[in-house]
């Protein structure tokens, strides 16, 4: 901890000297205000990582690439909040797996500095009525199958962008479309912020880790590795060759459903930077897929 950091703690804490060590957390918008505005005075740059908590080594590793980022003298700073605004009528809000202490714990072993975890009230407060949406490369894949979910993460990353004012957020490459949309909002707004993509941690089995493969029973676990082997089977198809999207999605939905409990959502193959669906699959094409294992909706891309 330098001189810097003390001062900078003993003024934003409003109990000197308490945490001078340890890793602060903070509940309210205002408070988290405070502590940037403390950082901005003192020219600390900030590294941020979003997250809806229940973390797991995937969500570690984009704290290890923040502060990889944003060096010793800078700050990390991770969010937990499961915002209510990008889940659809029908999706796993209430079902979506907390664990707070379990979380704060892990993430002050990471080496965070602060931890923001608002509340409902505190983000989306009584007569909340303003909304960012991205409108071209939110359309397809993960926009398509769940209509409000993107203006519901550009809502929330625009609110949080604002009130921890980081110079580089974090996001991982599992939400292929999402960072490519955060990027998007980042620049058509003007957000004074990096967006860094780390790549996708996945099991020795190759399944992405995903907070939501908790709802996983050990067979539906074992069914879910499927995911990686269609995407496998993608890039050894386009080896030396293009070959038509169309077929590639049949032969992929086959190989899927040889899976009892499994139900694709969508396979698409696409242009990296433009999200553009492209015709032939080729090397350097990216494909994306969605899978229903039971009623646990998996989602997994790669480069091919
Ligand atoms: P979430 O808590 O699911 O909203 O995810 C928060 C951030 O962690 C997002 O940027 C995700 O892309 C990222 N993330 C989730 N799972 C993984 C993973 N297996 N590998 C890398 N990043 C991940």
Redesign the pocket.
């Known amino acids: 901890m330098t001189l810097f950091g003390i001062v900078e703690i003993c003024i934003a804490s409003p109990v000197l000297f308490s945490n001078v060590f340890a890793m602060r957390v903070v509940q309210t918008v205002s408070a988290m205000q405070r502590q940037a505005r403390v950082w901005q005075t003192l020219h600390v740059p900030v590294a941020f990582?979003?997250?809806?908590?229940?973390?797991?080594?995937?969500?570690l590793?984009?704290v290890a690439r923040a502060r990889q980022e944003i060096g010793r003298e800078g700050r990390v700073a991770v969010s937990i909040y499961v915002n209510p605004a990008q889940f659809g009528p029908h999706e796993d809000l209430a079902a979506y797996p907390r664990n707070f202490s379990r979380d704060k714990k892990l993430c002050a072993q990471a080496g965070v500095d602060v931890l923001f975890a608002p509340s409902d009230r505190e983000m989306y407060p009584a007569g909340f009525s303003t909304y960012v949406a991205e409108e071209r490369l939110s359309q397809g894949m993960e926009g398509a199958a769940r209509p409000t979910h993107f203006r519901g993460v550009t809502t929330v990353l625009a609110k949080l962008f604002h009130i921890v004012q980081p110079s580089v957020a974090?996001?991982?490459?599992?939400?292929f479309q999402?960072?490519a949309v955060v990027q998007k909002m980042v620049q058509d707004l003007n957000f004074p912020l990096k967006i860094v993509v780390?790549?996708?941690?996945?099991e020795p089995g190759g399944l992405?880790?995903?907070?939501r493969n908790k709802y996983l029973t050990p067979s539906q676990h074992r069914q879910a590795a499927i995911l990686r082997r269609a995407l496998e089977r993608a890039r050894e198809a386009v080896v030396g060759a293009s070959v038509p999207a169309a077929s590639l999605r049949e032969e992929l939905r086959a190989l899927i459903a040889s899976q009892p409990e499994s139900r694709l959502d969508y396979i698409e193959f696409f242009d990296p930077q433009t999200l553009a669906p492209v015709h032939q699959a080729k090397r350097g094409t990216q494909i994306a897929l969605a899978v229903f294992i039971g009623k646990t909706r998996l989602i997994d891309n790669a480069p091919l």
């Not at 990582?49 to 969500?59: A, C, I, R």
């Not at 780390?198 to 996945?202: E, L, N």
């Open positions: 990582v979003p997250t809806m908590g229940s973390l797991h080594e995937g969500h590793s984009l974090v996001f991982g490459a599992k939400d999402q960072a780390s790549p996708i941690v996945r992405a880790l995903s907070s």
